[in-house]
């Protein structure tokens, strides 16, 4: 069983940056794949980007490629993700979330095992 908390997240101008962590309690977040997923009103959670457990490949959505970095941090037991070039339509709650097996790199929620409770990311105009 692992624990997941978001924070970070905020309010800014579009254009602007935010760094979001998410810190995992338990020894066995260096052998999880992690990903970033986020949820706008009304719409389905969707995938921003995967990690692998070593930290060495990762994953983006198209609409994120190029400015938002996804990395972590083993030894802190924490995920991060970096949005640069902020945009409105990136607004949502950000969830991360933690896939037991290590290797994978999934796009599907379905794959992920253990959530956060979200953070909330908003861009305005």
């Known amino acids: 069983q692992v624990q997941l908390v978001e924070s970070g997240g905020g309010l800014v101008q579009a254009g602007g940056s935010l760094r979001l962590s998410c810190a995992a309690s338990?020894?066995?977040?260096?052998?999880?794949?992690m990903g970033w997923f986020r949820q706008a009103p009304g719409k389905e959670r969707e995938f921003v980007a995967a990690?692998?457990?070593?930290?060495?490949?990762?994953y983006y959505t198209n609409s994120v490629k190029g400015r938002f970095t996804i990395s972590r941090d083993n030894a802190k037991n924490t995920l991060y993700l970096q949005m640069n070039s902020l945009k409105p339509e990136d607004t949502a709650v950000y969830y991360c979330?933690?896939?037991?097996?290590?290797?994978?790199?999934?796009?599907?929620?379905?794959?992920?095992?253990?959530w956060g409770q979200g953070t909330q990311v908003t861009v305005s105009s």
């Open positions: 990690i692998r457990w070593s930290g060495s490949t990762t």
């Open positions: 338990g020894r066995t977040f260096s052998t999880y794949a």
């Open positions: 979330a933690a896939d037991m097996d290590g290797t994978h790199l999934s796009s599907s929620k379905y794959e992920y095992d253990y």
